[in-house]
């Protein structure tokens, strides 16, 4: 993007034009250049129409009618206002007018009976309403943050939620101890608004609250940082930082939207998950901002460092009440801008703006609050960027305008056009669909997909990651699924742990792939009658077990699992015959530690004999798969099973996620350690004619001294070279065609063009 662009700020009244022009010019007013721009991560001075600097802090812009509004906190004078709630108005979202302070705080008590602006707002309450409402909105003790302001349709009537603190009784010095919700209602956005009610909002019954500290029985429903959130049914809800900002809530509110819609009293008539939801409890998020984009909930939020800048998080949920993602910090630093990408850029979240939400274009609005001088706070309004899976990502973009939203999100497919997980190359889709938007359009599009992975080459049952390449309007897409080798030749797959159920393991009886196997649940203690089961006994240490579960409830292999306890071991039982097997387990590491631990086996001989076979020791810090064959020949036909045992070679106890025992027609002497993080990387890709290439692995295991193979389509070998270094240069004499690219069991294409 270009430096600024600027153009003089004319009145857009036809007629009007040069008459307001001439008028400027005799009345001595400055005539300010219009701005077309936002200036993002840079957050300069931004001036209203007057040229004086925007004050609405804490803020949020919507569009109403055909105008946008801007509501916020003025903070002219400093951390508590002198005027009130101020509201600014604009055309385009560049170039603002300030309308007026829509709720205005008051300075004296005595005002409301005296100042014609109280006494028609005011004049008809009793002496001890106007105290509440004094004591809510006045210049002396109130602290009235991000306020936030909806429109309703039914009654035609604008609602303002704020962030309503300041003293109590209990702790008269505090300006935060009241931590309330303040609501007040107007016929128009510039107001008057008149304020309504301060109060607490939802909690949990206190038997709900077990340990946690954060409020006190008797001192709850807090609501501080808040945001509004109208959705596509017209029900509008609130969103706060409750229980000492370390939880947040969203609540629905009622159809005229002044009110919670299920009262906060009494206590528990609310019910959690139906009439609000608690999110992340003791996560201490503050600054929400919701949005809706294709179907989904997005919530930005800041931590809780008072004026200081922290890492911004997102949640996403399919439904308002229903589960919510943490997806982590959308922030991304590009340039060499003086703001870390893991303190938002030096901003605090306050609003997402829907310029225009089906078109997937939003605006994230920043503060950049300034402590020493709270007027002199900055606002930082960002371009919200989406993958096309719909990730959220915030750059730091500087200088940027609306025409930028030509460029970005124009591109989106569903994930959920895939299945789970798949088993067979050919089950792996072939095309895939997208959607591309084209100005405000989305047309949709199939195109061909292509995956980086020979299913039946992975170790059976090993759950693994891989990534189709496609390309949509000339960009490159890719997309993951999980995939897992399951055959006939599988006779156990046993999801260690797995109290409640395995995804894969449903999966596999689902599809009928591995009609052979065995056990037909999940895990199990030892048993005579199906033959396979753990011989540890599960507990606690101080019980004296072997063993514990870790991350029972995970429905995913390599989530849930065993970890044992000091010096103990992991044993399964199951039952075999002479046969030549390929024994493959999965492991994890929950703890951030590294292990080294062994497998070994053994079982009674047909001479009565106790055999023990062992594998190497290995060495573990995330999550892999070791991969071993052996064969049976001569076990005790009365007693014919294999304990298979995981020990400890290092000082840390082992751990164990999933094991598979499999049939197998070949057996190789070496063991192979097959960790899915590691991945074939060749760039670039298309690569031209005579260019060169570069390939690249990436995992646990040192690849140097390996050799790449290139093959054609036809599986002839046409080259070979060794991985040297990090990244190894390809001369590249290939003719142009598609070649694959092929390190020990990893697979790329490359395209020669
Ligand atoms: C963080 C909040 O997000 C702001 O709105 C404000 O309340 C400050 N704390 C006060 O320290």
Redesign the pocket.
């Known amino acids: 993007m270009s430096g600024k662009k600027k153009k003089k700020y004319t009145i857009r009244c036809a007629g009007l034009n040069i008459s307001f022009f001439i008028f400027f010019l005799l009345s001595g007013n400055i005539m300010v250049d219009a701005r077309n721009y936002f200036d993002g991560v840079i957050g300069g001075v931004w001036n209203d129409i007057d040229g004086k600097p925007i004050q609405v802090h804490?803020g949020q812009v919507q569009k109403i009618g055909d105008k946008w509004w801007w509501i916020g906190?003025d903070k002219e004078d400093g951390?508590r206002t002198q005027n009130g709630i101020s509201m600014y108005s604009s055309d385009d979202l560049y170039n603002w007018k300030f309308e007026s302070y829509a709720l205005r705080a008051i300075r004296n008590r005595a005002d409301m009976d005296t100042d014609p602006y109280f006494v028609n707002l005011y004049g008809h309450l009793t002496d001890l309403q106007k105290d509440e409402v004094y004591q809510a909105i006045n210049t002396t003790t109130s602290?009235i943050?991000?306020p936030k302001m909806i429109y309703n349709k039914k009654t035609g009537k604008y609602i303002i939620w704020f962030?309503a603190?300041g003293p109590t009784e209990e702790a008269p010095e505090s300006?935060?101890a009241a931590a309330a919700a303040g609501v007040a209602i107007s016929d128009s956005p510039e107001g008057p608004f008149t304020f309504l009610k301060r109060s607490r909002l939802h909690q949990l019954p206190d038997e709900e609250y077990g340990n946690e500290w954060y409020e006190q029985p008797g001192n709850r429903g807090f609501a501080?940082?808040m945001n509004l959130f109208i959705d596509e049914d017209e029900v509008a809800y609130i969103i706060y930082?409750s229980e000492e900002?370390r939880t947040m809530f969203i609540s629905r509110l009622n159809e005229e939207y002044t009110d919670l819609d299920v009262p906060q009293e009494p206590v528990g008539l609310a019910k959690n998950g139906v009439d609000f939801v608690r999110l992340y409890p003791g996560a201490q998020r503050?600054?929400p901002a919701l949005f809706k984009y294709d179907g989904r909930y997005y919530m930005i939020t800041?931590g809780?460092?008072?004026?200081e800048p922290n890492a911004a998080r997102y949640w996403v949920a399919e439904d308002i009440f229903g589960e919510w993602k943490d997806m982590g910090d959308p922030c991304i630093r590009e340039n060499g801008i003086p703001y870390a990408a893991s303190l938002t850029f030096g901003t605090?979240s306050?609003n997402v703006i829907p310029y225009d939400a089906a078109a997937g274009k939003f605006i994230y609005m920043g503060?950049r609050?300034n402590?020493m001088d709270l007027s002199d706070s900055r606002y930082v309004w960002l371009p919200v960027y989406f993958t096309p899976t719909g990730e959220m990502e915030l750059r730091s973009t500087e200088i940027w305008d609306l025409s930028f939203f030509d460029e970005i999100n124009t591109i989106k497919f569903n994930p959920d056009q895939l299945a789970g997980i798949y088993f067979r190359n050919e089950d792996l889709p072939e095309r895939m669909k997208a959607q591309v938007r084209n100005k405000d359009k989305w047309e949709e599009k199939e195109v061909p997909v292509s995956w980086d992975t020979d299913i039946t080459r992975l170790p059976p049952a090993s759950l693994t990651t891989v990534t189709g390449s496609f390309i949509v309007n000339g960009i490159s897409q890719s997309v993951t699924v999980k995939v897992a080798n399951i055959n006939e030749d599988l006779l156990y797959f046993i999801d260690s742990g797995a109290a409640e159920g395995s995804d894969l393991f449903d999966s596999i009886q689902v599809t009928g792939l591995a009609p052979n196997l065995i056990n037909r649940l999940p895990d199990q203690p030892f048993q005579e009658e199906s033959g396979w089961g753990y011989t540890g006994t599960v507990g606690t240490n101080e019980e004296g077990a072997d063993m514990d579960y870790k991350n029972p409830e995970s429905r995913d292999a390599f989530t849930s699992g065993w970890f044992a306890w000091y010096n103990k071991t992991i044993d399964y039982k199951l039952r075999v015959k002479n046969e030549m097997y390929r024994l493959t387990m999965g492991f994890q590491e929950w703890w951030n530690t590294g292990r080294y631990m062994r497998i070994f086996f053994s079982y009674k001989d047909n001479t009565g004999n106790e055999v023990i076979k062992e594998f190497p020791s290995f060495y573990n810090r995330t999550e892999s798969t070791q991969d071993y064959r052996f064969e049976l020949a001569d076990i005790h036909p009365d007693d014919s099973y294999i304990t298979i045992c995981v020990e400890k070679t290092g000082s840390a106890d082992p751990i164990m996620s999933w094991l598979a025992l499999s049939l197998t027609d070949e057996i190789t002497s070496v063991n192979n350690v097959f960790s899915s993080g590691r991945k074939l990387h060749v760039f670039p890709n298309p690569v031209s004619q005579n260019q060169p290439f570069y390939v690249k692995v990436t995992g646990e295991k040192d690849y140097r001294n390996m050799k790449v193979f290139i093959y054609d389509l036809s599986g002839q070998l046409i080259t070979q070279n060794l991985i040297s270094d990090a990244v190894t240069e390809f001369r590249n004499l290939l003719p142009g065609g598609t070649y694959i690219v092929n390190l020990e069991d990893m697979y790329t294409k490359l395209i020669v063009k």
């Open positions: 804490g906190e951390y602290v943050e991000r962030h603190d300006g935060y501080r940082d930082s900002n503050e600054a800041s809780a460092t008072g004026w605090q306050t503060d609050w402590s």
